[in-house]
């Protein structure tokens, strides 16, 4: 028997044009009503429509998963106030449902009643919520270096959700997500473990599991619980003032922290017996020398102890500016200013008139240094004051 020889190509193109993945017809028959998948969210409302080019004088038809008929033409036909008619004419046919069920994912036929009966189908799926995820597993306070192990559950998703955890702001590797079917067989509970080692710095930190699932639309749906971490107590001291002098009253603060905080403190000076209190402040009336040395503050909680030490160096005494001496050297200072100011008005104001002075003397002695002996001198002084007033006789 011999090879078949190869299809002819305006053959192969003849095929091609009339046949495509999943049944769709894309040959020129204008009467085969086109549809769409449609996704929405359980609670939601979703919308069906079908077209068609030609109607061949026949109405549209739309039909449930179960065969049964919806809406002929704009004519009810299932008794669910549900669907509801959005838009009827020959070449559309559109209809609603609302408060959308997972019962109500399924299959949708549109038809139209031409020779032969054409169809087209409408896949709507129905997206389950998950609901808000609960954690178990927390009881009571955690002591530090303790390991805790938690567990997160959200049941109702559909598809299958996924879960993850955080503590505080950071993210928490945790176990892969475990997807168990509902019992009623359309949705899925998911649940996730995380196990961790508590530090101090866990005490009052949120541990947040959070669902993600496309239903939600990127809303945050999560549930957190917050940890309580008991450790040992810190404490450190602190003077007041922080630079003592002989003769100041002196508070040396033992300031402790931890969980719980420190309600009993100690304290003691090297080379010393244990002073005589119990109180979180050392109080110094009257500093001296002698108080100079390394002093220790040991806070104290049922969760254990911590000691801190302090050098105090009690320095010489020192005088402080009284607030009197300042102002007496703020007022000192203006006064100062105003001196000087006065003093170079002074000289400037001297310079002036000397100068002044000069020129009126010059002229007043003006032709008396030709003189031969003081009469003269006096006499064209004289002569000199009377200016341009000389008598003068004329002959006639």
């Known amino acids: 028997m011999g090879t078949p020889s190869a299809l002819p190509l ?18 020129q028959d204008d ?12 609670g939601g409302t979703v919308v069906l429509r079908c077209q068609v080019k030609e109607h061949e004088e026949s109405s549209l038809q739309w039909s449930n998963p179960a065969q049964q008929t919806l809406y002929f033409g704009e004519k009810r036909a299932l008794r669910d106030n ?65 390991k805790v192990v938690l567990s997160c559950q959200s049941s109702g998703s559909k598809p299958a959700a996924k879960l993850t955890w955080r503590k505080g702001e950071k993210a928490l590797a945790g176990e892969p997500t ?21 530090t101090r710095e866990d005490d009052g930190v949120d541990i947040v599991c959070s669902v993600n699932h496309e239903s939600l639309k990127g809303a945050d749906r999560s549930t957190s619980q917050r940890i309580e971490v008991l450790y040992t107590p810190t404490a450190k001291i602190r003077p007041d003032p922080p630079h003592p002098r002989e003769g100041q009253k002196l508070l040396l603060h033992c300031e402790g922290q931890g969980n719980p905080i420190p309600q009993e ?19 110094f009336p009257f500093l001296n020398k002698s108080d100079s040395g390394i002093y220790g503050c040991t806070a104290i ?39 000087f100011l006065l003093l170079i008005l002074l000289i400037f104001l001297g310079h002036y008139l000397i100068r002044h002075k000069g020129t009126y003397l010059t002229h007043e002695a003006k032709g008396s240094d030709d003189a031969p002996d003081a009469d003269t001198a006096i006499i064209n002084a004289e002569g000199g004051q009377s200016g341009g007033d000389d008598k003068k006789e004329y002959f006639i």
């Open 178 to 198: 475990r997807i168990k079917e509902d019992p009623n067989g359309k949705t899925f509970t998911v649940s996730s473990s995380v196990t961790f080692t508590v």
């Open 265 to 283: 403190y100690m304290w003691e000076k090297e080379g010393s017996e244990p002073l005589k209190t119990q109180e979180s402040a050392l109080v």
């Open 82 to 146: 549900r669907i509801q008619l959005v838009k009827s004419t020959p070449h559309e046919l559109s209809i609603s449902i609302s408060n959308v069920a997972l019962a109500d994912e399924g299959e949708y036929t549109c038809s139209i009643f031409t020779m032969p009966v054409r169809t087209a189908k409408s896949l709507v799926t129905v997206l389950g919520i998950p609901q808000k995820p609960t954690i178990t597993g927390y009881k009571s306070s955690l002591r530090e270096e303790e």
């Open 301 to 339: 909680s049922n969760m254990g102890r911590f000691t801190a030490y302090y050098t105090l160096n009690v320095n010489d005494p020192s005088p402080v500016p009284s607030t009197s001496s300042t102002y007496h050297a703020i007022i000192g200072g203006i006064v100062a200013f105003v001196v």
């Open 31 to 42: 009467s085969q009503p086109w549809t769409s998948d449609e996704t929405v969210v359980a």
């Open 10 to 27: 305006p053959l192969l193109l003849l095929v091609a044009c009339c046949w495509a993945p999943g049944g769709a017809n894309l040959s």
